[in-house]
Each structure stands twice: as C-alpha cells, then as structure tokens.
Nanobody, 122 residues
Framework: QVQVVESGGGLVQAGGSLRLSCAAS????????MGWFRQAPGKEREFVAA????????LYADSMKGRFTISRDSGKNTVYLQMNSLKPEDTGVYYC???????????????WGQGTQVTVSS
C-alpha cells in the first residue's frame, strides 16, 4: 500500500516555472515506480514522466522532454516535477501515482493522489 499527496500547483504565466511535489509513504516504497500524469479539461489523462525509486532511471513523454524534470529525494520520500518554460497547453490537473512496473500507461499505476491544479496563463 502506497499513499501519495501532491502539492505545488498554482497559477503561472506562460514561460514561467513551477515545481510540483509528491509526498509518498509506504513500507515498500523503494520497490515502486513513481509517475506524473496530467489531465486537461475535456481530455484524457496523459503520461508526463516517471522515475524508478531505486536507481533513479527516468522516462518522459516526448512533448515534455527538455522542459520537465522528474527527481526524487529518498530521504524525504518525495518526488518532484520541475516544470520550466510552461505553456498554456500545460494547464491541467497533475497527478502523482505509484506503480510496481516501469512504463507510460496509466493502467500500470495502482495508487493515485488527488491531483494538484496547474494553470498557465497566456
């Protein structure tokens, strides 16, 4: 069982930056993959990035590569998503999730947070 709680969302102008945090808890946390997904209004949830807790291997959606960076702080049991050069189309609810498998599909992820709203104004 893994619990995740996101924070750090907000309103930012286009070109700005935000850092999202995902506080995770669970006895076997080190065996999990942590992922970020987002969902824009009227659209399906899409993969953003993932990181293997043990080792730190990362995976990104092609459209976010170079602008977004996922990282983790094992001492704080926290995963971060640094988002730079934000665009209005990055607006949406951002979710943190945990999975026993490494991949982009939301179906791999068993545990989800409530999400944090990111709004990018033009």
């Amino acid at each position: 069982q893994v619990q995740v709680v996101e924070s750090g969302g907000g309103l930012v102008q286009a070109g700005g930056s935000l850092r999202l945090s995902c506080a995770a808890s669970g006895r076997t946390l080190s065996t999990y993959v942590m992922g970020w997904f987002r969902q824009a209004p009227g659209k399906e949830r899409e993969f953003v990035a993932a990181i293997i807790w043990a080792g730190g291997t990362t995976l990104y959606a092609d459209s976010m590569k170079g602008r977004f960076t996922i990282s983790r702080d094992s001492g704080k049991n926290t995963v971060y998503l640094q988002m730079n050069s934000l665009k209005p189309e990055d607006t949406g609810v951002y979710y943190c999730a945990a999975s026993p498998s490494f991949g982009r599909s939301a179906t791999l992820y068993n545990y989800w947070g409530q999400g944090t709203q990111v709004t990018v104004s033009s």
